[in-house]
């Protein structure tokens, strides 16, 4: 059974959107977590619950909320239209945002604690060798 060229579009969309929200996760991800495992800040708390939102909601709520936000009448929304972008909604930028969103816990998460394991010490050497 040979795969018809709607097969394909799918695949296609779904390796693109795989590998870009690989590929922001890492960037933007990365000094979250680095962030995250040296602060001592108040935001700490904060900034961590929020990471770990997509983890306690249901994947509905999450795009129920995304929708709002990034619909017409929704604040991003708006803000896109008076931009001249139009909306985000059931579009490739839209499944982006919502696929970084949902996966950041994943990424976070686990860079975080690594950072943490590997403590202070070899930073401090490092300081040492310039």
Avoid at 47 to 66: D, E, N, Q, R
Wanted: charged share 5%; proline share 8%; no cysteine.
């Amino acid at each position: 059974m040979p795969l018809g060229s709607a097969d394909i579009a799918a695949i296609w969309l779904t390796l693109k959107l795989a590998s870009l929200t690989t590929v922001i996760l890492l960037v933007i991800g990365t000094p979250i977590a680095l962030w995250l495992s040296r602060t001592d800040s108040w935001l700490k708390g904060p900034v961590g619950a929020v990471v770990a939102l997509p983890l306690v909601l249901p994947p509905t709520v999450i795009g129920f909320y995304l929708l709002l936000l990034l619909g017409p009448n929704g604040a991003v929304g708006q803000l896109t239209q008076s931009l001249g972008l139009g909306t985000l909604t059931f579009s490739f930028t839209g499944l982006v945002i919502g696929s970084v969103l949902y996966s950041m816990p994943f990424v976070v998460q686990p860079l975080q604690n690594a950072f943490s394991a590997i403590g202070t010490r070899p930073l401090e050497v490092a300081a040492t060798l310039r």
